[in-house]
């Protein structure tokens, strides 16, 4: 029985989705394919290659300390699959990220075989993905790296390459040849003729030892920190945090720069199988129209939203009606306090954007209106000068952290549920169309005692209302 152990690293940020992915809710925690998110879909995908003489007992989630929770939310609704979560203190890139994941596989013993796979991809036929992954564990068994390559169907300059050589063979793998990051438009071109390229699709599949051993070659300083940073971690239930101080001295580096670019002509081996089954990496809204349903005219859309007289054009509604006349290849983003307009093809330059909104210190790159919570969500509804007004949701059994302002007062008003509330001394219930008053400074919770959701409207009123005017007392998600 072979031993695997899936490693999903979900670490992007995907600016250039804004403004539906934000670095507080990045895209792969977003439905943009099917019914589920990106991340869940990872997760599913190389979780199917199980059976068939491959055993999978635990999937290793990479991700940073602020998503924690929404990774952990969205695995809880995925019931057959048991999962830990490796949190990184601080992002370091995916080269130390795979390192953190082989050296808790190692703790399961028999040197399992790692299937690698970023968490923010899309795949069309997945028994296309399951075939090339069992492939890729077989040959992986002798030692080494097996990278999936997709065939390019036109001279994409967002990725990277890999040049392979002509002779598949009976294992159904290429040796590779070269590796080359993001060619300009004419290298692409003469890529996409030659026939013998592929896409990097930064899937690949590997011995827990032979990265090791890869990235004692090749870059011994991130394996010498990292280990030091691992053999220092904590452990708390289903979460792994190695030690932050030390983590904060590791080289920032990718896989494929730190090893995988390293390794043609060297000891370590490593091979490509050909992957053909519609994959796409979303990295910008162009690649989601490509991978959308189209109208007879080349129109995608998502939510409600009306076309008239237009074609090649990309229409994204959260939160209301938006409506297109006359327009040829755009892309119209609206969520509930943002709209995107964007050539389609210059999407990839979103980016620009959000690197605007952040020199201007302005929160519309990080957040959403409605920010989602380990306890719930809140959807702030108004605001002005003093006042801020929010709906709030606590799911059942679930409470806020104690804790208390320095510069702004609370109305709660519940409009669903039943809330326990704490304030001072004092902590009672109080039920539909009741409300009570948190003075300012006071030390108060809320709770949600019962098995439905609690919904409330928190009226903020004050000097200062930003989220930072926050002490907790006591938290039950270990939040300072």
């Known amino acids: ?48 290659i199980a059976g068939n003489a491959c055993q999978i007992d635990e999937t290793l989630i990479v991700t940073n300390e602020e998503h924690r929770f929404l990774a952990l939310d969205q695995l809880r609704e995925l019931k057959e699959i048991a999962a830990r979560l490796i949190l990184e203190p601080v992002a370091r890139n995916t080269a130390p990220a795979l390192t953190l994941a082989a050296l808790q596989a190692g703790l399961q013993g028999d040197d399992p075989i790692l299937v690698v796979a970023p968490a923010d991809q899309t795949v069309v036929d997945e028994s296309a993905m399951t075939a090339a992954l069992r492939l890729s564990v077989q040959a992986a068994l002798s030692g080494e790296i097996v990278i999936l390559g997709i065939k390019p169907d036109r001279p994409e300059t967002g990725y990277g390459y890999i040049h392979y050589d002509e002779d598949l063979g009976a294992s159904g793998k290429h040796t590779v040849l070269q590796f080359t990051e993001k060619p300009d438009l004419e290298t692409a071109v003469q890529y996409l003729s030659s026939g013998h390229y592929a896409w990097n699709s930064g899937m690949f599949v590997l011995k827990a030892s032979t990265w090791l051993k890869a990235l004692g070659m090749f870059r011994p300083d991130i394996l010498q920190s990292v280990s030091s940073a691992w053999n220092s971690r904590s452990n708390d239930e289903l979460f792994v ?3 932050k101080a030390m983590f ?20 370590i081996n490593i091979s490509m199988i050909p992957l053909a089954a519609g994959w796409s990496d979303l990295g910008a809204w162009d690649a989601v129209w490509q991978t959308g349903q189209h109208d007879g005219r080349g129109n995608m859309l998502v939510g409600d939203a009306f076309f008239a007289d237009c074609s090649n054009t990309l229409i994204y509604a959260s939160n209301r009606l938006v409506s297109a006349v006359g327009v040829d290849d755009l892309v119209i983003v609206e969520t509930a306090d943002a709209v995107l307009v964007a050539d389609r ?12 909104l952040e020199k201007q210190g302005r929160a519309e790159h990080t957040l959403h209106r409605k920010v989602f919570r380990p306890w719930g969500w809140y959807d702030s509804i108004d605001e002005s000068e003093r ?40 902590v009672k219930l109080i039920t539909e169309n009741q409300s009570t008053y948190i003075p300012l400074g ?32 006591e938290d039950a998600f270990g939040r300072s």
């Open 1 to 48: 029985m072979v031993k695997l152990v899936p490693v999903i690293l979900c670490g992007g940020s995907g600016t250039r989705l804004w403004p539906l992915s934000r670095t507080g809710f990045p895209k792969q925690f977003l439905v943009l394919s099917g019914q589920t998110s990106l991340f869940q879909q990872a997760i599913c995908r190389v979780n199917s």
């Open 241 to 243: 945090r190695p030690d």
């Open 248 to 267: 904060d001295q590791v080289a920032s580096e990718s896989v494929d720069y730190a090893v995988i670019e390293h390794c043609p002509g060297s000891e």
């Open 345 to 356: 093809k210059q999407s990839q330059h979103v980016k620009k954007v959000v690197a605007m």
């Open 387 to 426: 006042f801020k007004v929010k709906r709030i949701q606590v799911k059942p059994g679930a409470s806020l952290s104690l804790q208390k302002h320095h510069h702004r007062a609370e109305h709660w008003i519940v409009v669903k549920g039943t809330a326990e509330v704490t304030c001072g001394d004092e």
């Open 442 to 473: 006071e030390v108060h919770r809320l709770r949600n005692p019962g098995v439905i959701p609690l919904e409330i409207i928190e009226v903020q009123s004050g000097s200062y209302l930003g989220e930072d005017d926050i002490v907790r007392l």
